[in-house]
């Protein structure tokens, strides 16, 4: 076989993010059995970052193997029962995604359908609540990576403590990047993935659960669906004292999130939060100044995810090539009904910074100056260093 070296790549897609040398050196390290004690005081160690970062004291906080989609699958799949009514907030794929997997597992899934690019509005979560009674769970993309849209959280926990229905919530793009309050919110599951804010390799989806949603998994009438992620199994493994063998862990991708969360730690919460606004605002100032349009209204917007409208007369697709062919930049472009219509360009994790986002925006004024859609060359980058020299 001829050897592969990946080309150079500035990842500023919807995922996977720019990983830090530190990250990818722990990939490298030896590998250890995964019941070796050494190893587990890997586990502990991931256990115990991961808490501050989703905001809670849930004991039940691991790593479970596999990518963002099987987080996703295992907060449904341990929760939802055949008969089961779920309402799931549908405004992009991976809404969709989540109803579709709630059907799966022989759940009535609800859809709150809204346009793309639209939040759930709060009380058409109230709304679903009170006629559709009794409901098992609601459950709400909190950074649809599709459309760039932010779902406010925070007054819809009570309103399911009311109606006494759990709160589901992917946080696959959210998590390490804005606030995740498990516990402040009320929300009983939450997942994420290692690729996205975390800039760590896709394999892993950080998960936790609330006292609350572990006794409905206890009181099961059927056995969970799914043997691989049945979190009653998966839960013998890290709780500390019993580390029964369930499946081989992914040590080396454990490796690699200690380390990762080592840094996140590193930096801080709040300075973490603040470099992706910061970044993201001079990100969209720049874009607005080339006709590129956020698609969420501005109290909705991402910031580790910016959707932005496409003008109808640039050639998308050829544009997202030249910037991948000739300056080895990834952004990512629509799916679905956004197909062609959207470019989505993350910064997340380790992919955000200023030296990014200037060299993006240089790329792209490069492109549009060469087709004759710029006629002032360098709007976007002083839009951009206004942001940053306010922010100084
Ligand atoms: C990326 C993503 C997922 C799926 O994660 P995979 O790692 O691709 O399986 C789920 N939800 C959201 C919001 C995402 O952005």
Redesign the pocket.
């Known amino acids: 076989m001829r050897d592969f070296f990946p080309p150079r790549r500035l990842l500023l897609g919807?995922?996977p993010s720019m990983v830090p040398p530190r990250v990818l050196q722990a990939l490298s390290a030896p590998l250890l059995g995964h019941l070796d004690p050494a190893f587990l005081t890997v586990m502990n160690d991931i256990q115990q970052s991961l808490r501050p970062l989703f905001a809670t004291t849930n004991p039940f906080t691991i790593a479970v193997s596999?990518?963002?989609?099987?987080?996703?699958e295992a907060a449904i799949v341990n929760i939802v029962e055949p008969g089961d009514a779920v309402i799931v907030g549908v405004n992009g794929v991976?809404g969709t995604?989540l109803a579709t997997v709630v059907e799966r597992c022989g759940g009535k899934a609800i859809k709150l359908d809204v346009p793309w690019g639209q939040v759930i509005p709060p009380d058409m979560i109230e709304t679903a609540l009170r006629r559709s009674s009794p409901v098992k769970a609601v459950v709400l993309?909190h950074?649809?990576?599709?459309t760039g849209a932010w779902q406010p959280l925070e007054p819809v926990g009570a309103m399911c403590r009311n109606h006494q229905a759990l709160l589901i919530v992917?946080a696959?793009?959210s998590l390490g990047g804005v606030p995740v309050d498990v516990d402040r919110w009320g929300i009983d599951v939450c997942y994420s993935?290692t690729?996205?804010c975390l800039s760590c390799p896709?394999g892993l989806?950080p998960l936790t659960l609330s006292p609350q949603a572990l006794s409905v998994i206890k009181s099961r009438r059927t056995p969970c669906q799914s043997w691989y992620l049945d979190m009653g199994l998966v839960a013998d493994y890290w709780a500390e004292g019993s580390r029964a063998y369930h499946h081989t862990a992914p040590v080396s991708m454990l490796y690699a999130l200690r380390e990762s969360l080592g840094l996140i730690e590193q930096e801080g919460l709040p300075a973490r939060f603040a470099r992706h606004q910061l970044n993201s605002d001079a990100l969209v100032a720049g874009l607005m100044e080339l006709e590129l349009t956020p698609l969420p209204s501005a109290e909705h917007r991402l910031p580790m995810l910016s959707c932005v409208t496409v003008p109808p007369h640039l050639d998308e697709g050829a544009v997202r090539q030249q910037l991948l062919q000739q300056f080895g930049i990834e952004i990512g472009g629509g799916l679905g009904p956004l197909k062609g219509k959207v470019w989505r360009i993350g910064l997340m994790g380790e992919s955000c910074t200023e030296a990014n986002v200037l060299t993006f925006l240089n790329a792209l004024e490069e492109i549009f100056i060469r087709y004759g859609w710029l006629s002032t060359p360098g709007v976007a980058l002083q839009a951009a260093a206004r942001i940053y020299s306010r922010a100084m």
């Open positions: 919807p995922g596999g990518t963002g989609s099987a987080g996703m991976f995604r993309v950074a649809e990576t599709s992917d696959v793009t993935a690729q996205k896709p989806a």
